[in-house]
């Protein structure tokens, strides 16, 4: 008879199985949320949410890390609370350890201390006023070592935690890309497609990411911009005739209705609806808390060794500009959207019909646990070229 391993409980199966799953169904999303937030309501587990975001922002920027790095981070912190209570981490240490997750990921790698140096300076920016850094980072040879020491164990064990959630599954597919190959397919013009860019970076602060695949945020942020753009705007004069560009009002009519362009770019207007409102949604609470700080001011990726005054100069500047549009006009917005739009359409979940059933059972409770052996795959039940 076989024994269990040491410290594993008797009815601990000697080994199993852990399947990566690149999407969720927003039922499922609402299932391991409402489960992992505890005793918090959603506005305050969104507030938690956007405040991680921001920090992470924050990281990236004063470091220089590419739009895709701070981006996958965001994703990374957004999936892995829907495995792990709130409760149990602050998300300082979740969003340190989905950045240190992202460089890994695409190339970008910094060690946990020199992550730890500027995190402290983001935080505590009392003592990255006494550091004579020129990026504004703090020395950790003038702190406690025993506390940057815990700081980078921390960082570590949430680390292999996050790892656990992805099924050491380093692949990453951003919408950037496509945003600039669906724009040009649209006849999009450069101000619409650049908005698009931005917009596709702002989605990364919700649950988008980890719902729809790339192509379909990338286009579904086209389709806010061009509603943005053309929404109580009086049509513009006629194009050339023979132009391939087209305005943001016919653009916006187009993915508004089913057509050929949803076998064309592989997604369908009842996920460009869904995706459109939650923008808007992000949208209408940046315009209401200024400080949540939405989009980033360009969308290039920020400058590496950019100074810290310098930086500080630019967000001023940007958050002098006033948006093209206010709180009451995306309200607007919304609304009429509503009494247009197509009813959700079903979303099965990767295999098995009840989120429930996949999610709140050995599936779930393999993650974070060093019971028996766990055989980490690449991809759901039954896809081929399953990784171990």
Same mark, same amino acid.
């Given at each position: 008879?076989?024994?269990?391993?040491?410290?594993?409980?008797?009815?601990?199966?000697?080994?199993?199985?852990?399947?990566?799953?690149?999407?969720?169904?927003?039922?499922?999303?609402?299932?391991?949320?409402?489960?992992?937030?505890?005793?918090?309501?959603?506005?305050?587990?969104?507030?938690?949410?956007?405040?991680?975001?921001?920090?992470?922002?924050?990281?990236?920027?004063?470091?220089?890390?590419?739009?895709?790095?701070?981006?996958?981070?965001?994703?990374?912190?957004?999936?892995?609370?829907?495995?792990?209570?709130?409760?149990?981490?602050?998300?300082?240490?979740?969003?340190?350890?989905?950045?240190?997750?992202?460089?890994?990921?695409?190339?970008?790698?910094?060690?946990?201390?020199?992550?730890?140096?500027?995190?402290?300076?983001?935080?505590?920016?009392?003592?990255?006023?006494?550091?004579?850094?020129?990026?504004?980072?703090?020395?950790?040879?003038?702190?406690?070592?025993?506390?940057?020491?815990?700081?980078?164990?921390?960082?570590?064990?949430?680390?292999?935690?996050?790892?656990?959630?992805?099924?050491?599954?380093?692949?990453?597919?951003?919408?950037?890309?496509?945003?600039?190959?669906?724009?040009? /397919?649209?006849? %999009?013009?450069?101000? $619409?497609?650049? +908005?698009?860019?931005? #917009?596709?970076?702002?989605?990364?602060? !919700?649950?988008?990411?980890?719902?729809?695949?790339?192509?379909?945020?990338?286009?579904?942020?086209?389709?806010?911009?061009?509603?943005?753009?053309?929404?109580?705007?009086?049509?513009?004069?006629?194009?050339?005739?023979?132009?391939?560009?087209?305005?943001?009002?016919?653009?916006?009519?187009?993915?508004?209705?089913?057509?050929?362009?949803?076998?064309?770019?592989?997604?369908?207007?009842?996920?460009? /609806?869904?995706? %459109?409102?939650?923008? $808007?949604?992000? +949208?209408?609470?940046? #315009?209401?808390?200024?400080?949540?700080? !939405?989009?980033?001011?360009?969308?290039?990726?920020?400058?590496?060794?950019?100074?810290?005054?310098?930086?500080?100069?630019?967000?001023?500047?940007?958050?002098?500009?006033?948006?093209?549009?206010?709180?009451?006009?995306?309200?607007?917005?919304?609304?009429?959207?509503?009494?247009?739009?197509?009813?959700?359409?079903?979303?099965?979940?990767?295999?098995?019909?009840?989120?429930?059933?996949?999610?709140?059972?050995?599936?779930?409770?393999?993650?974070?646990?060093?019971?028996?052996?766990?055989?980490?795959?690449?991809?759901?039940?039954?896809?081929?070229?399953?990784?171990?």
């Amino acid at each position: 008879m076989d024994l269990p391993l040491r410290g594993q409980s008797p009815n601990t199966p000697a080994s199993s199985s852990k399947y990566h799953h690149p999407y969720f169904t927003p039922a499922e999303v609402e299932y391991l949320s409402e489960k992992q937030r505890g005793k918090l309501s959603l506005n305050q587990e969104d507030k938690v949410r956007q405040n991680a975001c921001g920090f992470l922002e924050a990281l990236g920027a004063r470091i220089g890390f590419p739009r895709r790095t701070i981006a996958t981070a965001q994703n990374l912190y957004h999936r892995f609370h829907l495995f792990f209570p709130r409760k149990d981490f602050n998300y300082f240490d979740v969003s340190l350890a989905a950045l240190y997750v992202s460089t890994k990921m695409h190339d970008t790698l910094k060690k946990p201390r020199e992550l730890l140096a500027v995190s402290y300076a983001v935080r505590f920016p009392e003592l990255a006023a006494k550091s004579k850094h020129p990026g504004g980072e703090v020395d950790l040879d003038s702190m406690d070592p025993q506390v940057v020491e815990h700081d980078r164990q921390r960082l570590l064990a949430v680390e292999r935690l996050m790892l656990e959630t992805i099924c050491f599954n380093f692949t990453s597919r951003m919408p950037f890309p496509y945003v600039i190959k669906i724009g040009r /397919e649209l006849g %999009a013009t450069k101000k $619409l497609t650049k +908005l698009g860019w931005r #917009l596709a970076s702002d989605c990364h602060r !919700t649950l988008l990411p980890i719902q729809y695949p790339p192509h379909t945020i990338a286009i579904g942020s086209i389709y806010v911009a061009a509603l943005l753009t053309s929404f109580e705007q009086p049509l513009p004069p006629p194009l050339t005739p023979g132009s391939r560009t087209r305005h943001a009002h016919e653009i916006a009519s187009m993915l508004t209705t089913h057509g050929p362009w949803e076998k064309q770019f592989h997604s369908q207007v009842e996920d460009l /609806e869904d995706i %459109a409102h939650t923008v $808007l949604d992000l +949208l209408i609470q940046g #315009l209401q808390n200024p400080s949540a700080n !939405t989009s980033p001011s360009t969308p290039s990726s920020p400058v590496p060794h950019l100074s810290h005054s310098h930086q500080q100069g630019q967000n001023q500047q940007h958050q002098a500009q006033p948006a093209p549009y206010n709180a009451d006009q995306l309200l607007r917005l919304k609304i009429a959207m509503r009494e247009t739009e197509h009813p959700p359409r079903p979303r099965q979940p990767l295999g098995n019909a009840d989120p429930s059933a996949l999610y709140g059972g050995e599936d779930n409770n393999l993650i974070g646990r060093n019971e028996g052996t766990v055989r980490f795959l690449f991809g759901p039940p039954g896809v081929v070229g399953n990784g171990v």
